[in-house]
């Protein structure tokens, strides 16, 4: 039976063969060989282990979920236990070992299917400062001690590159690159004491010449790049950096690597001329056409920009006539309307070969001495011709023929005449004057019309309270010119002026992806993203995080009370809690975001930009921010939360002020992640600086010979929203009186303006060329809590501190004249 069984196993194995023989005999297959293929292989990658020999072996053999084609021993391993070195081959080179991680190279990602790595055992010390909130393997909190490789280690390490490179012809060699090459952000190895140089000299990856490294660095020690142009190069050279124009983190993770690869003597993260020299080398030696576009955009940006910039103003009207463009109507040409208030103004002209001209301000003839004399310039009052509002402007017969005549009429300013209507706001001075007398702090009030202050009040205290809550023998007096933090006011008159002067210039297109002037801001459908949904407060956000600390209710990955880190997390890592355009949900994440949008295309810190670009050449000296950085007093401000930002005790973190609050920002985002300057937030001002800026957004853009911004870009960002006509662009507006305890119930439909948490609330009401400012200390109060839990400042609960009853009352006064 046995002899049946295998004689009939036999049978079945011989036909199974035959037909396998038959049946690839006959399979019509021929070698027709393509000349148009590749290699797999394209790159080579080091690695130290960061742990010694067994645990190598359990890491990458075993189940530690990593592999790596080759690992080399280090001698004298206790863990080793050989008595000589060899090469372990881990993974077959056809396959794919789990070496590289999330990885890019010269354009390409996920490196583990196009590589071979190489584990070499080899062990540093690193240590994270306790206090450290970044992992970042080249942050400032970061300590690493990299010991020497061993010599028999890396000789073997070269004979096995050799042959790798002998077998894959595709890998040139600045594709044999370290694992911090491809992963900056997450690797720091092989680390600065390898030897790349040992290896370039036995004809392993790339290195610079020498001569042309040197002529590279005395160029750019007469000029520095900019980091713009050094993350191109970067780029151009393999590494996965995008061009910000700031020194980001990815920038110095980058620039770290490159320099532990190519400059192991200096590893700074810093983009120096040595840096940059050693970059352009390279390029110049395996990517020279690269190395010329980058040397050519050099040239062109050490040379000022000699494009024809956009004009400076010197007033609402400054023009040269007869004026250039022309229409084809003839009674519109030559013509202008201005803002003017009666009584006031004047005008100045500039004779540019002109002997006469007739001209007239509101259909009247201007009597003017004539004839001129060339290149003269003469001023006229324009009081007896003038008139509330918009006013007219033509020139005729200019002559002789040919000449030309400039004529400069600035915008009007800001007159003091707040003496002559002392007995018109009483019943608001009665609402506030009771309000103080039963415990609220206190306030400022401004308001102006038609180009004119009209009120100017100081009520109360500064600061009634010592630091622990004691009441002062002595309140601080409040007075006129108190500087206040005016909180999310900072959003419009910090931010909003800053960007519709950019977009007035041609520099923003509030329509256009956020990527577009952030290339950093990606991921998670951040490419979708447009300004415009910062400025409407539909991008999605949610209404904060608070970086501030790790139970932000959020994840502890965004605590941050670094402002590098802080910029890190707004562009990549805040959540969307929503989809775009939803809802409008009212966020200071979109704010900070178009803080640092204006950072980046002013190339200037947000407070350096609006202080010196837009204050100053109003005239403006006590609108800032961190002023007590900035040489101011604390006896100049008014103080706000009496406990730090504590609640009254009952809230704590990390780094936590418990002082009264008094020239610093109250705003927990801006003063402990942002260090003070925030897009939405940590601006200081007083009620006359925010006055002139209300005249400016009543002139449409311009006070005095100063031009801010166009009219029709204001015009464009108080526009009402089409879903929602109580916001503009990051205005808020009075619309159809969705917001009366804001704005109150006499605003007309186009006033706009917005609140701070601190207790200001600014309204600019262009149909009765009227603005009011209400500064309050509502927060330098006791916090009291409800039978519900409900906690609050008990500034808060007076009329005053809820702005719409003293907005009431004051249009009232305006309106009813009395």
């Not at 038959?22 to 297959?29: A, G, L, N, R, Y």
């Not at 969307?576 to 949008?597: E, P």
């Amino acid at each position: 039976m046995k002899k049946l069984i295998a004689s009939w196993q036999r049978s079945v194995l011989i036909s199974i063969l035959t037909v396998g023989i038959v049946s690839c005999v006959t399979m019509p297959i021929s070698d027709m060989p393509s000349k148009n293929f590749g290699h797999r292989v394209k790159f080579l990658v080091m690695h130290f282990t960061a742990i010694d020999y067994q645990k190598s072996v359990h890491a990458l053999v075993d189940e530690g979920g990593l592999s790596a084609h080759y690992l080399i021993p280090e001698s004298n391993d206790p863990s080793y236990p050989n008595d000589s070195l060899e090469i372990l081959k881990l993974v077959d080179e056809d396959k794919r070992a789990w070496h590289a991680g999330n990885s890019v190279w010269q354009g390409r990602s996920e490196l583990n299917d196009s590589s071979i790595g190489i584990e070499i055992v080899n062990v540093p010390e690193c240590h994270f400062d306790s206090e450290a909130q970044t992992t970042s393997e080249h942050g400032e909190n970061r300590l690493c001690v990299f010991p020497d490789y061993d010599p028999k280690q890396i000789e073997l390490l070269i004979a096995l590159s050799k042959d790798i490179l002998a077998r894959n012809p595709d890998i040139s060699p600045t594709r044999v690159v370290g694992h911090a090459d491809i992963a900056p952000a997450r690797k720091n190895d092989p680390g600065p004491r390898f030897p790349w140089f040992e290896l370039y000299q036995a004809g392993i990856g790339a290195w610079y010449d020498n001569d042309t490294f040197e002529q590279y660095w005395q160029r750019f020690n007469q000029y520095q790049p900019n980091i713009g142009l050094i993350q191109s190069a970067l780029r151009a050279y393999g590494y996965n950096v995008l061009e910000t124009g700031i020194r980001d983190e990815q920038t110095r993770n980058a620039i770290s690597a490159f320099q532990m690869h190519f400059l192991p003597w200096q590893v700074t993260g810093k983009a120096d001329s040595k840096t940059a020299a050693a970059i352009f080398a390279l390029l110049d030696k395996y990517f020279n056409k690269k190395a010329k576009t980058l040397m050519a955009r050099y040239i062109e940006e050490q040379v000022p920009q000699t494009k024809e910039n956009k004009v400076v103003k010197h007033g609402q009207v400054d023009e040269v006539f007869p004026m250039q463009q022309r229409s084809t109507r003839q009674l519109v040409n030559d013509r202008k309307r201005f803002k003017a208030y009666q009584g006031r103004g004047q005008i100045q002209l500039t004779s540019q070969g002109a002997a006469q001209a007739d001209i007239y301000v509101n259909g009247q003839k201007l009597n003017i001495t004539q004839p001129f004399a060339p290149d003269e310039s003469y001023e006229y009052s324009l009081k007896r011709r003038t008139r509330d509002g918009m006013n007219t402007l033509r020139v005729d017969n200019i002559l002789p023929q040919g000449s030309e005549l400039k004529v400069t009429i600035p915008t009007p300013v800001l007159v003091d005449n707040s003496a002559s209507y002392q007995n018109r706001f009483k019943q608001v001075d009665d609402l506030i004057e009771q309000d103080v007398k039963n415990g609220f702090p206190g306030a400022v009030l401004l308001v102006m019309q038609n180009g004119e202050i009209i009120k100017r009040s100081a009520y109360g205290d500064a600061r009634k309270y010592a630091d622990g809550g004691e009441l002062l023998p002595s309140p601080q007096k409040m007075r006129t010119d108190t500087l206040f933090d005016i909180a999310s006011n900072t959003k419009m008159f910090a931010t909003n002026l800053a960007l519709m002067k950019l977009v007035s210039e041609g520099k923003l297109d509030v329509n256009a992806p956020i990527e577009q002037y952030m290339p950093d801001y990606q991921g998670g459908g951040r490419d979708t993203r447009l300004v415009r949904d910062l400025l409407t407060h539909t991008a999605g956000y949610a209404p904060q995080v608070r970086f501030f600390t790790p139970d932000n209710g959020v994840s502890k990955s965004l605590y941050s009370q670094n402002p590098q880190r802080t910029d890190q997390l707004l562009l990549n890592r805040v959540p969307f809690a929503m989809g775009r355009n939803v809802k409008a949900v009212y966020s200071d994440t979109d704010y900070m975001l178009l803080g640092m949008l204006v950072e980046r295309l002013t190339g200037m810190g947000l407070d350096a930009y609006v202080e010196h670009q837009i204050y100053q050449p109003l005239g403006l000296t006590n609108t800032l921010f961190n002023p007590l950085l900035k040489g101011r007093a604390k006896a100049e401000f008014a103080a706000t939360e009496i406990q730090g930002n504590s609640r009254g005790g009952r809230v704590s973190f990390d780094n936590m002020r418990e002082y009264v609050l008094q020239g610093e920002v109250h705003d927990e985002k801006a003063f402990y992640s942002l260090g003070g300057v925030a897009g939405h937030a940590g601006l200081f001002s007083t009620v006359d600086d925010l006055a002139v800026l209300g005249q400016l957004l009543l002139n449409g853009g311009g006070y005095g010979q100063t031009q801010i911004f166009d009219e029709a870009v204001l015009q464009q960002f108080i526009k009402p929203e089409e879903r929602d006509d109580s916001y503009g662009l990051g205005w808020r507006r009075a619309g159809h009186g969705q917001s009366k305890w804001h704005f109150g119930p006499y605003a007309s439909a186009q006033a706009y303006g917005h609140t701070g948490w601190t207790g200001t609330v600014s309204v600019i009401d262009p149909k009765y060329d009227l603005a009011i400012f209400l500064l309050t200390n509502a927060r330098h109060s006791k916090v009291q809590e409800d039978d519900s839990g409900h906690v609050e400042f008990a500034g808060k609960t007076f009329e005053t501190g809820k702005y719409g009853s003293v907005i009431s009352l004051v249009y009232e006064a305006v309106l009813n004249g009395k």
